[in-house]
């Protein structure tokens, strides 16, 4: 993998070691989202159309979760120990972005 803007190679993101997992739970959510989908057009009842949307929630916020306890056990533990001013910036980043999923 190589930075499109420098041609340098990118160093491996914080979920790399968890890659495969991740791609496996959205592979099921993109099926899941395909099954609610076949529901709707076969007129399937409210209630039960509801909760499969609640099952493909949970299981984004689950994939959402794993990434960012990835970043902060990787991206942001290394920036802190090896630049003080990069791990605040992380650290900042960290807090946006859970302002940002939480929508405070």
Do not use: F, W
């Amino acid at each position: 993998m190589t930075d499109t803007t420098s041609g340098a190679p990118n160093p491996p993101h914080g979920y790399a070691d968890h890659k495969t997992d991740h791609l496996s739970r959205l592979h099921k959510v993109e099926g899941q989202v395909r099954g609610i989908t076949r529901m709707v057009a076969d007129d399937r009842y409210c209630v039960d159309v509801l909760t499969q949307i609640g099952a493909v929630t949970h299981a984004l916020q689950e994939v959402a979760l794993g990434l960012l306890d990835d970043h902060v056990r990787h991206c942001v533990r290394d920036a802190v120990l090896s630049d003080p001013a990069e791990g605040d910036a992380k650290l900042d980043e960290v807090a946006l972005t859970l302002r940002r999923a939480l929508r405070l």
